[in-house]
């Protein structure tokens, strides 16, 4: 590790958090997949990373000047100075809001819950295409539902969150900006929310941090394909956690530690995801494996974030306060 790494990496964090580090979203840089690409950016560990996304139609806020060509595009990558595989990087998300006035859900044929595709092919016609505009009141922080069918409106509470977090897969991968896995990516998960940490496995130098596909909320299982989607403002705090090694993602708060489990079908997601939570406990809270496989038969909780995409996603949880005091980090 070069000298400066080890600068950054031993500075205090109440001096690092106060450097900001803005980058200007421009259309023509967003990508479309997670991979080895060149970064739009070096940030140090301890920097927040001020920008924008997009929508996951790839408009700009307010105006369709330039379109994207793929789903979910990304803002980025950030390359994390010093971030070398077998790192962990820990992303705490500072702050996340709409930024414009009006998202958008949809359905159709192909995709969601509830539709024929290649893995479920089921007899019967496809699900009609249809999109839903959502106005959005920041003031009353709410985002409003108005049925096709009816005159039903409804206020849903806003929970602004990032559906697609992830870095760079190893072994010279590119995944699309579609799929999540060990990476992170398309995780569509509410807990990439304000107040709580993401950590991702480090894969190649840099990390290569990339995010967007902004949520303004989202239904357990995202079941027709779409949350209320819309463009967002962000502030992530990005820092390294050297030689520690980590097979999956996990989100940790004051609260909650979690552990994420991404596969097809969907109860190989929720094997992973409680394998994983109990290695967790294990490592870093002193509890033998077993003894953490009887606590969460008690106390454990399960968020099914998505099951529309190319893999399900599947978030195991334990509340802190049934663990003894961590032994590690």
Known sequence: MTKLCLTYLTASVSLLAQ????????????KTVYGDLPPVMHVKPGDIIDTTTVDADGKEPEAACYKVPGPNPLTGPFYIDCAEPG????????????????????????????????YTPILGGPIPKGEWPYLIDKAANVAIFKAKDSYYTVKIPLHPFLGCVGVAPGNGEARSSIVPAEFGGNMDAPEASVGNTLYLPVSVAGALLAFGDGHAAMGDGEVDGTAIEISMKVQLQVNLI????IDWPRFENDEYIMSVGIYRPLDDALRI?????????????GLSEMD??????????????EMVDPNYVVVAKIKKKFLPPPTTN
């Open 87 to 118: 790192d962990t990087l820990a992303v705490k998300f500072i702050s996340i809001e709409t930024n414009a006035k009006e998202g958008f859900g949809s359905a159709g044929p192909g995709f969601g819950a509830l539709n024929s595709s290649g």
């Open 292 to 305: 953490s496989y009887e606590l969460l038969s008690k106390v454990a909780e399960i968020h099914l974030d």
């Open 273 to 285: 995801a409680f394998t994983e939570l109990i290695h967790w406990m294990h490592s870093s809270y």
């Open 242 to 245: 050297k030689n520690k090694k």
């Open 19 to 30: 450097h900001v580090v803005h980058y200007e979203l421009k259309m023509r840089e967003l």
